[in-house]
């Protein structure tokens, strides 16, 4: 059974920062990009990070760049996202998202509410 178990999503005040998580389970993880996206209320969804499957190259979305960092430890079947100097606009739902292009094969987490507020 495949999951992808998103975690680490909550409330922050502007400026601050949160990491998430999203663990893997039901497949290769080592063979899949991952991504993170996100939906904002009354928003088209939107790729925020992407990186390829051994980690050696990631993009971001120019809305975050310098602020996010994706990474990956495939060992523990796990992708982050790492975001500081949070702004309320970063509030959305963040998806988890996994791609194989060997397969053709994608999976989505359920997703985690991140508010950023005062």
């Known amino acids: 059974q495949v999951q992808l178990v998103e975690s680490g999503g909550g409330l922050v005040q502007p400026g601050g920062s949160l990491r998430l998580s999203c663990a893997a389970s039901g497949f290769t993880f080592s063979r899949y990009a991952m991504s993170w996206y996100r939906r904002s209320q009354g928003k088209e969804r939107e790729l925020v990070a992407r990186?390829?499957?051994?980690?050696?190259?990631?993009n971001l979305a120019d809305s975050v760049k310098g602020r996010f960092t994706i990474s990956r430890d495939n060992a523990k079947n796990t992708v982050y996202l790492q975001m500081n100097s949070l702004t309320p606009e970063d509030t959305a739902v963040y998806y988890c998202?996994?791609?194989?292009?060997?397969?053709?094969?994608?999976?989505w987490g359920q997703g985690t509410q991140v508010t950023v507020s005062s």
């Open positions: 998202y996994a791609a194989s292009s060997l397969s053709g094969n994608e999976y």
């Open positions: 990186i390829t499957r051994t980690g050696s190259s990631t």
